[in-house]
């Protein structure tokens, strides 16, 4: 069995200062992250150190609980004995340590001590090994490592007696690539200046690369990533996807009153904000496999279409009779074959309802929406053709 041990003790405790553990990152304590990083790596049971159970650590306990994982927290070492067997592997973080979840898990492959250059390092507060070498705050021990903590005091920094101890016995050293420290993915205790350009870049790698060939798709996408880093973890979180509901509700009521220039409007907002929530969810998602999407979100995600669908229809000459739904039927039919069928590049493009709310919205105001939803059709269908053509 795999364990996780995290702890929430301060190093170095200051009045008034937010410990290590408990600093935001994201929308999630640092110790969190921990946790989340913990989970990737298979462990199935989490033991943390603390002091007083404080509604951090109940917090994190929740987290993992969620996660189905069996979490305790200990105040003396000697409680970890009880948990950890010979057999077990013992994952190890120091606290306040937030290393670069890639690189730990391409390196964690078996038991090792992870170092860091000790000349940067060293000044930036981690643990010396030797003259070229200090603790990175991650390794992964075998479990017959804790056995000789019940040695020593009780006040014992544990992380830091396991790491002495685990070399002691033979426990190999992976070095960790100076980059992680020069190019801020690997921090520990880091200042609030220092984790909030690390969580910028963080969360702007977490977005999709959408080229503006779906330029909708691309300003909400970035749109979304950026909001993200100012809503993780707060009660605004869920503010754009309410948005999204909220103009579609309008969409609808615009659409019955006879104002479908204005209903369309509100339909392409609701695909700009139902996107921009997408991304902060998969953002606040990460780490968290078992947590529940939104499931206004996935209401949303079936409704742009026949919205769009039905303002068109109203929009449409009563003339027609029943050849009105024609054309948005054939248009969104087609949209839909090219996004499952189009080269990738080019699915975006299909998909994008916000390029094709900003193309409707004032056609119609002008009266010419269907027609140029009509000219859409057209333009879609010829794509195709001229793909598979050029594909021979």
Not at 50 to 71: C, I, P, Y
Not at 92 to 99: E, H
Not at 104 to 126: F, H, M, N, Q
Not at 201 to 221: D, H, K, N, S, Y
Request: aromatic residues 8%.
């Amino acid at each position: 069995m795999r364990i996780a041990l995290l702890s929430t003790l301060d190093r170095n405790p200051t009045p008034g200062r937010v410990r290590p553990a408990f600093a935001n990152f994201a929308g999630a304590m640092i110790v969190e992250r921990q946790l989340d990083l913990a989970i990737k790596l298979g462990v199935e049971r989490v033991a943390c150190l603390v002091d007083a159970v404080e509604s951090e650590v109940v917090q994190l306990q929740h987290r993992a609980e969620r996660a189905g994982l069996k979490f305790r927290a200990i105040r003396r070492p000697d409680r970890l004995s009880g948990m950890v067997t010979a057999d077990d592997e013992l994952l190890v973080f120091a606290p306040g340590v937030l290393p670069d979840d890639d690189a730990v898990k391409s390196i964690l492959e078996r038991k090792t001590v992870l170092a860091l250059p000790a000349d940067l390092a060293v000044p930036l507060g981690y643990e010396r090994l030797d003259l070229e070498l200090a603790w990175a705050g991650v390794m992964l021990l075998p479990g017959v490592t804790v056995e000789r903590l019940s040695d020593l005091p009780q006040d014992v920094d544990v992380p830091s007696a396991l790491m002495r101890i685990a070399l002691q016995s033979g426990t190999g050293v992976t070095r960790v690539e100076r980059d992680f420290l020069t190019e801020g993915k690997w921090h520990l205790d880091p200042d609030r200046e220092t984790l909030d350009l690390r969580e910028k870049e963080w969360i702007a790698a977490q977005r999709r690369q959408i080229a503006f060939r779906a330029p909708g798709l691309a300003v909400a996408e970035r749109a979304g990533a950026r909001l993200a880093r100012d809503l993780l973890g707060k009660a605004g979180e869920s503010l754009p996807a309410i948005l999204a509901g909220l103009s579609a509700i309008g969409a609808l009521g615009a659409g019955v009153f006879g104002y479908t220039t204005f209903g369309l409007g509100l339909t392409t907002l609701t695909a700009l904000f139902a996107h921009m929530a997408g991304v902060v969810e998969r953002v606040s998602r990460l780490g968290r496999p078992n947590a529940k999407e939104n499931p206004l979100l996935r209401v949303l995600d079936y409704a742009i279409d026949p919205i769009f669908v039905v303002l068109l229809l109203i929009a449409a000459p009563a003339e027609l009779g029943f050849l009105g739904p024609f054309v948005p039927l054939v248009l969104f039919g087609l949209l839909h074959l090219g996004a499952r069928h189009a080269s990738k590049p080019w699915r975006a493009t299909y998909m994008d309802r916000i390029l094709l709310g900003f193309l409707l919205t004032p056609a119609a105001f002008f009266g010419y929406s269907l027609e140029m939803a009509a000219a859409i059709a057209l333009l879609v269908l010829a794509t195709r053709f001229f793909e598979r053509f050029r594909d021979g």
